[in-house]
């Protein structure tokens, strides 16, 4: 048992040395700045953890947490409102923005069975989407918002070109959300919302006010992934179009949670190594190398590997709810749940 | 033409979308009603079931609008075995598991199928336009006329008009009929109302939810055949949206009901419609989703949901 919940830090510790290892490393070599995208994608990935892992909520629609997180740092920092507030500041009151639209969206459907509330956070995530759009006056239509101004570090200024502090940035603010989840699973809070998922009735006999443990989960679900999105822009220095954070964003975020397992922090980080990794270093890579074997006939949809994303995606939430529903990294009470004719001791031969 | 043509206009208009979301819907209801799982891939199943027709139309040439009987009975065959196989292969194994473990199976197909609509576009035929990105739109051809049976009036009442509600009208009768009178219609309503009753009294359970899924997959077929020949053009993308449309029919008619889906469905045309003229296009699905999501949080079990306890 030790050495399991160990895995995050030794991911942590690993990913921290990379950009060292690249000194010493052959040019050419971009581990480190394709790293970026995959902490950004484990952060929305915890977010969503506390509510579908921890607490055994749906939710079909975190990328319009993380476009609220990504707009409200926008509108905070740039020199077209009237705000203009530095990058810390902004993005601790991004965190205060995105617990509130949580609680806001929590508030009226906390009480809806499970598959009603899925779709009503998969509703929610269609009408940020749209009305990001139309209002276009504050929030620039499908230009987005930009530029944003870099962060700044006592006095250092990021900048796009030098990729090293954005990392350790990231690394940084990824690095105090694992320990924040991880001593969040285990608190008191965090015993209640495993009682919602085992059981909401039992727990509720219990003593556990469901429907306001349920609402905090919501809200700090929603805070994480509202600072994914305000971190992204800033890296970014633009919100993007609002279409950047539609369903399969959400989607992939769901099949971090549900490849890596459900309720367990560091299944949620391999989760982002194997999914946001396959997605953008594997497909990407894939394309570059039969592109320059000259494999990809433009006239033939099957040779180009993008074409292929959706449907892998698709099998993999189809195969892991099949054969594997607790994940690669499981929390060891979701699988004694999941497979509960299994022995836990099988008994020797 | 006057405000009052504009209206009667717009009335057509919702009332023939409706009437193709009320046969996708009718599709998520059954199956909502007999195993409760809110069939993701039900819209996605819908995509298929077009370029299913519209590979159909180009590979054996079809002009005559007659050819539409031709493709409503090979279309639905279609998507009601492909529902079949993937409840067969996905769901059915999923029955004893946690209750979201089939929703999350449901968006894995719903992906999948997205996916084979996007590679499905690329097939090198004319109707698919050869040279054309996969991606893109593609048109379908026109098999039924678009001329006005009103004449010379502003109003525009089509050949298309007429063909939808020539199609699902009877479709939906019939529907009733095999629900409420044959064997096959007693037992999935038996197995809607209680799994181990129906099951204790001799019903082969996975045999009628897998007769559900075939039933609800033709019912998007012909959706589907309905939709590509008003419409014109399809997207393999274009499922997501019907499918949301049509699952909001569903639960504004209150799910498991069959009238409530029909009813839902029109509800959700006119409201489409109108908000399209009056309101501001940009807004309409919006609008969709915030009755959706109204609907679930006021009114959870839909319009006739209280009063009709009999599901499927």
């Known amino acids: ?349 | 033409m006057s405000a009052w043509e504009v209206f009667v206009q717009q009335l057509i208009i919702g009332l023939s979308n409706g009437m193709i979301i009320a046969l996708i819907a009718l599709g998520y209801t059954m199956v909502y009603g007999i195993i409760e799982l809110i069939n993701f891939a039900h819209g996605d199943l819908f995509t298929l079931g077009c370029f299913c027709a519209l590979t159909l139309v180009g590979a054996l040439g079809l002009e005559h609008a007659a050819s539409v009987i031709g493709l409503l009975a090979v279309v639905p065959l279609f998507c009601g075995g492909l529902n079949w196989l993937v409840e067969r292969l996905a769901y059915r194994h999923l029955r004893d598991a946690t209750k979201l473990a089939p929703l999350v199976s449901a968006i894995g197909v719903s992906f999948v199928f997205m996916n084979i609509a996007l590679l499905w576009g690329g097939v090198p035929m004319e109707v698919f336009g050869m040279g054309k990105a996969a991606a893109a739109p593609k048109d379908f051809p026109v098999l039924v006329s678009n001329d006005n049976l009103l004449g010379e009036s502003p109003v525009q009442f089509t050949a298309k008009d007429a063909m939808v509600a020539g199609v699902t009208l009877p479709l939906m009768i019939a529907l009733t009929w095999f629900v409420k009178r044959t064997r096959t219609g007693k037992a999935m309503r038996a197995v809607a109302q209680d799994r181990v009753a129906a099951q204790l009294m001799g019903v082969n359970v996975d045999r009628v939810i897998g007769q559900t899924f075939l039933v609800g997959g033709a019912l998007a077929g012909v959706a589907s055949v309905v939709f590509a020949v008003y419409n014109n053009s399809i997207y393999f993308q274009m499922g997501y949206r019907a499918g949301m449309d049509a699952f909001t029919a569903a639960v504004l008619g209150g799910i498991g009901n069959l009238p409530g889906a029909v009813l839902g469905g029109l509800c959700i045309g006119l409201a489409r419609a109108m908000s399209d003229q009056y309101l501001a296009t940009r807004w309409t699905n919006v609008m969709v989703f915030a009755i959706l999501i109204l609907v679930l949080v006021f009114r959870p079990s839909g319009l006739l949901g209280g009063k009709l306890r009999e599901k499927v």
């Not at chain 1, 009503?120 to 209002?135: A, M, P, S, Y």
């Not at chain 1, 700090?220 to 994914?228: E, I, K, N, P, T």
């Not at chain 1, 099957?302 to 995606?313: E, I, Q, S």
Request: proline residues 5%; glycine residues 10%; charged residues 10%.
């Open chain 1, 1 to 349: 048992m030790k050495a399991r919940w160990q895995f995050h830090w030794l991911f942590l510790v690993i990913v921290a040395v990379v950009p060292l290892a690249e000194l010493v490393l052959p040019q050419g070599w971009r581990i480190a700045a394709l790293l970026r995208p995959i902490f950004i994608m484990a952060m929305l990935g915890l977010g969503l953890n506390i509510l579908t892992g921890f607490t055994g909520i749906l939710n079909l629609g975190v990328a319009a947490f993380m476009a609220v997180g990504a707009y409200s740092y926008a509108i905070l920092t740039c020199d077209i409102y009237p705000f203009q507030l530095g990058f810390w500041s902004a993005t601790g009151l991004t965190i205060l923005v995105g617990l509130t639209v949580g609680l806001l969206l929590g508030l009226p459907t906390i009480r809806l069975r499970g598959d009603y509330l899925a779709i009503v956070t998969l509703g929610f995530g269609e009408i940020v989407q749209d009305v990001l759009k139309n209002i276009d006056t504050i929030t620039k239509g499908t230009q987005g918002i930009n530029p944003l101004p870099a962060p700044t570090f006592f006095g250092y200024a990021f900048r796009s070109e030098v990729y090293w502090p954005w990392y350790y940035l990231f690394l940084g603010c990824l690095a105090l959300v694992v320990l924040l989840n991880r001593n969040l699973r285990r608190s008191r809070l965090g015993r209640a919302w495993i009682s919602i998922r085992e059981d909401e009735l039992a727990a509720a006999c219990m003593g556990v006010n469901t429907m306001q443990r349920k609402l905090v989960a919501f809200a700090l679900g929603a805070a994480q992934c509202s600072l994914a999105g305000a971190l992204w822009a800033s890296f970014l220095g633009s919100t993007g179009e609002p279409g950047n954070y539609d369903f399969q964003v959400s989607i992939m975020a769901l099949c971090i949670v549900i490849v890596g397992g459900m309720g367990n922090v560091a299944g949620v980080l391999l989760g982002a190594l194997v999914v946001a990794g396959f997605n953008s270093i594997v497909l990407e890579d894939l394309t570059s190398f039969l592109k320059a074997h000259e494999l990809i006939s433009s006239s033939n949809v099957l040779t180009v590997p993008g074409n292929w994303k959706y449907m892998l995606f698709g099998l993999a939430l189809i195969l892991m709810m099949r054969f594997k529903p607790e994940g690669l990294l499981p929390s060891r009470q979701l699988k004694a749940e999941l497979h509960p004719h299994e022995p836990r001791n099988p008994p020797s031969l």
